[in-house]
């Protein structure tokens, strides 16, 4: 079920599972705070699927319900509405965008995490609103995915693959 998230209670934690897994993918976006490999947190979200989903005429990552299913992703922390309005704002999140404009609903998982791995905070994660798994991959973006989580350990990586996740080398094997 649906649990949208209108006002989140700061600090919050977020669950990220494509370019929101890496240092550079967070700090990309224009928040004041700046990642690094000590602020994030590996967890395999359960009763999640990540597929690609398009968006801009090509597929990028997106998570939808599913249960059965586990993503496995990074959780990390957003301390301030500031910050949390600008990432909502860089991922097309409604409640920040107009729900028209929206390309993800923001979502509570808080239930999902043990409170261990979630430092006794609301979690909240990316939803697809409108799953179309047809069209051309981002293979940019892919890439830049791929390349984004290979500082973390060959089992994350693997679990990423297991997981919904495509190597970038997979893809130049498939279009050569």
Not at 24 to 50: E, Q, S
Not at 145 to 165: A, M, P, Y
């Amino acid at each position: 079920m649906l649990k949208p998230v209108t006002s989140p209670t700061f600090p919050i934690m977020v669950f990220g599972y494509g370019s929101l897994m890496f240092p550079n993918g967070l700090n990309a976006r224009g928040m004041k705070k700046l990642y690094t490999w000590m602020d994030l947190v590996r967890f395999t979200l359960p009763g999640f699927c990540r597929e690609l989903n398009v968006l801009y005429h090509q597929r990028y990552y997106g998570l939808t319900r599913n249960p059965g299913t586990d993503t496995m992703g990074i959780l990390f922390p957003v301390n301030t509405l500031e910050d949390y309005t600008i990432l909502m704002k860089s991922e097309y999140a409604y409640p920040v965008m107009q729900l028209n404009e929206a390309l993800y609903y923001v979502e509570d998982i808080t239930e999902n995490v043990p409170k261990e791995k979630r430092q006794n905070r609301q979690v909240i994660t990316l939803i697809t609103k409108t799953p179309i798994t047809t069209g051309p991959l981002a293979l940019a973006y892919i890439e830049y995915v791929w390349q984004g989580i290979q500082n973390l350990d060959e089992s994350f990586r693997k679990k990423f693959l297991n997981t919904g996740g495509i190597s970038y080398g997979k893809i130049q094997r498939n279009l050569y």
